[in-house]
């Protein structure tokens, strides 16, 4: 059954730096999102994609976020000077429609000192 | 999983045993429901979906009820077994307008053997 995949698993980093997250959509998924989930808390939209540029974005995404889909299959989330707050589990998901099932990945688990 | 926290609330059952998990929705306008299950560390897996226009919808050992009226959503779940033992999550949507899917806070559900 195909699935999203996501690296790292675990990322740790120090408040400041850059990081990239990585994920692998389902092949003929045509809509990707990346959510997060703060420890204790509900999972949150980030940012939607759709032919190649951002179709939604909530407020939280603002300019030190970017998503980027390098080649026909990775999409990446880049966290430019990361904050203590930043921490957190990051989803990658993928749908075919708008209508249709939403499918995430395993989550990469981000961790700022 | 990551979901989880202090003010989690929390289903305990004996194997066997039919398992309710209920939803109450915010969103009026909301046309698209799905049910999430995470287990500790993993991702939001998709169970199940419904669109507004059922009020009922099944697969295999699990059933959502949808009323749209008190704006309520249930996931029924038959002869629990210890392997559901997750926290799931039912996620709402406004299809035509924002492409995010809301979630709700979780139940955590334990199966005793």
């Known amino acids: 059954e195909p699935e999203v995949t996501q690296t790292p698993s675990h990322q740790v980093t120090q408040m400041g730096q850059e990081v990239i997250l990585r994920c692998v959509p389902i092949?003929?998924?045509?809509?990707f999102y990346w959510y997060r989930q703060i420890l204790g808390q509900k999972v949150e939209f980030l940012v939607s994609?759709?032919?190649?540029?951002?179709?939604?974005k909530s407020e939280i995404f603002d300019d030190q976020f970017s998503v980027e889909r390098p080649d026909g299959s990775n999409f990446t989330l880049k966290i430019r000077s990361t904050k203590l707050e930043d921490s957190a589990m990051y989803f990658c998901?993928?749908?075919?429609?708008?209508?249709?099932?939403?499918?995430f990945g395993p989550g990469t688990r981000l961790t700022v000192l | 999983g990551e979901s989880v926290g202090l003010h989690l609330p929390t289903l305990s059952v004996q194997e066997g045993d039919n398992s309710i998990i209920n939803c109450a929705y915010s969103?009026?306008?909301?046309?698209?429901f799905i049910w999430y299950k995470q287990e500790s560390g993993k991702g939001p897996q998709f169970i199940i979906d419904?669109?507004?226009?059922?009020d009922k919808r099944q697969g295999q050992r699990v059933t959502v009820l949808l009323n749209k009226t008190v704006k309520h959503l249930s996931l029924q779940i038959a002869a629990t077994q210890p392997g559901d033992s997750a926290v799931y999550f039912c996620?709402?949507?406004?299809?035509?307008?924002?492409?995010?899917?809301?979630f709700g806070k979780g139940m955590k559900l334990t199966v005793n053997p």
């Open positions: 996620a709402e949507k406004e299809l035509g307008g924002s492409e995010k899917l809301v």
């Open positions: 969103n009026s306008a909301s046309d698209y």
């Open positions: 419904i669109r507004s226009n059922m």
């Open positions: 998901a993928s749908s075919e429609g708008l209508a249709g099932g939403v499918f």
């Open positions: 994609f759709y032919n190649n540029e951002i179709s939604e």
């Open positions: 092949s003929n998924h045509l809509y």
